[in-house]
């Protein structure tokens, strides 16, 4: 079976930095696209980042406009983990985040992790 595992959250005062960690097992993930998303207390689950693998070696991103200034999303070299990096931490950022993939052609259903908790406060 698929699964997704996040590490990495935790407390941190603001103006702080975090790194978060997904480690994937049970598929051949170059073959995923695979994110994080966050979900604050009383709000709806909103997207954070994606990577994809591209040609070669190379792979590629997106952001949410509210986090590419700080956040940058890491797909590492054995195509099992996906790292989130996280700087300049305000209130805002405060969420569970939940690390996703799911199939680039489409087929299957979304895999999400268990969630990691980021609570940015002073």
């Known amino acids: 079976q698929v699964q997704l595992v996040e590490s990495g959250g935790g407390l941190v005062q603001p103006g702080g930095s975090l790194k978060l960690s997904c480690a994937a097992s049970g598929g051949t993930f170059s073959t995923y696209t695979m994110g994080w998303f966050r979900q604050a207390p009383g709000k709806e689950r909103e997207f954070v980042a994606s990577?994809?693998?591209?040609?070669?070696?190379?792979?590629?991103?997106d952001y949410a406009d509210s986090v590419k200034r700080r956040f940058t999303i890491y797909r590492d070299s054995a195509e099992n983990t996906v790292l989130l990096q996280m700087i300049s931490l305000n209130p805002e950022d405060t969420a569970v985040y939940y690390c996703?993939?799911?199939?680039?052609?489409?087929?299957?259903?979304?895999?999400w992790g268990q969630g990691t908790q980021v609570t940015v406060s002073s």
């Open positions: 996703n993939a799911h199939r680039l052609n489409g087929m299957g259903p979304d895999y």
């Open positions: 990577t994809r693998w591209g040609g070669g070696r190379t792979y590629y991103a």
